[in-house]
């Protein structure tokens, strides 16, 4: 298991794979940079799960989420995944498990320098918000590179639709909820509320894996041109 994931991880983001957690803490020192600096007042807890960890690690998770499949088009070994005894899903889905890996790896680091050096807040509820969003823009990456055939067409669309969610994060359908922007609820509607933004959002992410890897089964048309 631990070969298959490395493998997947390596096809995913070259030999030095490991560096890409490290990534977005370029975010966090120019957050740093710009509270000494004087430009921008201090952080809430509130913009713990988006503005300091999950913005920055979805937008490595589009980037992982749009080689997961037509990466292997620009690899010319798209062909070869669909030899692989029991299907080509099993390809995809070593990736998709090593992309995760990968990007909760990150997300533990961003929340472990942003609980220490910018605010407090908390960390299990902002984790498990921040996690949640990433996963669905790494599946929604997946999704429109398999349905443009490209990678970079996917992220295209897929960074479209996280700067349309930048304006919708308050609201319960958005995959980056936060319940601590939520105002003049009591504990029965903040449960109720959360309750159909988590099953919601697993859902739409269990659809979209599922739409994706039957778009993608049809050799024909992936390899078509």
Same mark, same amino acid.
């Given at each position: ?5 490395? /493998? ?61 499949? /037509?990466?292997?088009?620009?690899? $010319? ?11 080509? $899903? ?19 680091? @961003? ?7 910018? /605010?407090?807040?908390?960390? @299990? ?6 996690t949640q969003g990433v996963v669905f823009y790494l ?51 903040? @449960? ?5 933004? =988590? ?12 739409? /994706?890897?039957? =778009?993608?089964?049809?050799?024909? =048309?992936?390899?078509?041109?």
């Amino acid at each position: 298991m631990i070969t298959v994931l490395r /493998t997947s991880a390596v096809l995913l983001a070259g030999r030095r794979f490991w560096l890409l957690p490290l990534l977005p803490l370029v975010w966090l020192a120019v957050q740093a940079l710009m509270l000494v600096a004087g430009m921008r007042p201090s952080l809430e807890p509130v913009a713990a799960q988006n503005s300091l960890i999950g913005v920055p690690v979805a937008v490595l998770a589009i980037f992982l989420g749009g080689r997961t499949i /037509t990466g292997e088009l620009d690899q $010319h070994s798209l062909e070869i995944a669909y030899t692989v005894p029991g299907g080509a $899903h099993r390809v995809w889905l070593g990736k998709l498990a090593a992309a995760i890996l990968m990007l909760f790896s990150s997300l533990l680091l @961003l929340a472990a320098v942003s609980y220490a050096f910018f /605010t407090d807040f908390p960390i @299990l509820q902002s984790l498990y918000g921040a996690t949640q969003g990433v996963v669905f823009y790494l599946v929604a990456a997946m999704g429109f590179a398999t349905l443009f055939r490209s990678d970079v067409a996917g992220s295209l669309a897929t960074i479209g639709l996280l700067g349309l969610n930048s304006l919708l994060s308050s609201f319960r359908v958005s995959p980056f909820w936060n319940p601590l922007m939520v105002e003049e609820a009591d504990a029965a509607q903040m @449960l109720a509320i959360a309750v159909q933004n =988590r099953i919601g959002t697993a859902l739409a992410i269990a659809a979209i894996v599922a739409l /994706t890897f039957v =778009r993608a089964e049809r050799r024909e =048309r992936m390899l078509a041109g």
